[in-house]
T-cell receptor
């Protein structure tokens, strides 16, 4: 049972345009959602997060939107840059009991930004 | 954010042997986590390591295969025991600084 899903394995965008990465989840106990960027030879780098009580969080070129009723979140990158090309993981943090602090990851979306 | 150092960054090991991965954090943290990323897959939690207590393992992972130590609030080790080619993965340690989680650079393990 996959509790966090990223249904798009890849996304290709032109430099300067908007990149929108999507993520769906099923577990109502998640209290925070996080986005990570990962290059092949490195660990995931934290990008931005959002609390389950918010619907939007913005940090520079990155904005995350949360739609709790639809159990859906999205990461918007604008304007997209070639250096943004990487794998993006959506992760959800568990608030409950013995699972406190555990992250459940989506499968990842490969973003390619073309010059 | 915490700075996390993992050693080794990569290794090639013979099947049947064991490898111990070290994770050092530059500040004291209560919770440390070990994740695995198999080729082409997402990250999966192996276990949670709290100082002074036994690690808590996720379904599908057992202590005999992945023993973990957490001797203090800045250090942890994960051992991959009796390795087989199926253990070839990236192993990552992470620390919890609520509400964020930060990761080390990972250990790329290849078992031949």
């Amino acid at each position: 049972d996959q509790q966090v899903k990223q249904n798009s394995p890849s996304l290709s965008v032109q430099e300067g345009r908007i990149s929108i990465l999507n993520c769906d989840y099923t577990n109502s106990m998640f209290d925070y959602f996080l986005w990570y960027k990962k290059y092949p030879a490195e660990g995931p780098t934290f990008l931005i997060s959002i609390s389950s009580i918010k619907d939007k969080n913005e940090d520079g070129r990155f904005t995350v939107f949360l739609n709790k009723s639809a159990k859906h979140l999205s990461l918007h990158i604008v304007p997209s840059q070639p250096g943004d090309s990487a794998v993006y993981f959506c992760a959800a943090r568990d608030a409950g009991g013995t699972s406190y602090g555990k992250l459940t990851f989506g499968q990842g979306t490969i973003l390619t930004v073309h010059p | 954010s915490a700075v996390i150092s993992q050693k080794p960054s990569r290794d090639i090991c013979q099947r049947g042997t064991s490898l111990t991965i070290q994770c050092q954090v530059d500040s004291q943290v209560t919770m440390m986590f070990w994740y695995r990323q198999q080729p082409g897959q997402s990250l999966t939690l192996i276990a949670t390591a709290n100082q002074g207590s036994e690690a808590t393992y996720e379904s599908g992972f057992v202590i005999d295969k992945f023993p973990i130590s957490r001797p203090n609030l800045t250090f942890s080790t994960l051992t991959v025991s009796n390795m087989s080619p199926e253990d070839s993965s990236i192993y990552l340690c992470s620390v919890d600084q609520y509400p964020r989680t930060f990761f080390g650079q990972g250990t790329r393990l290849t078992v031949v």
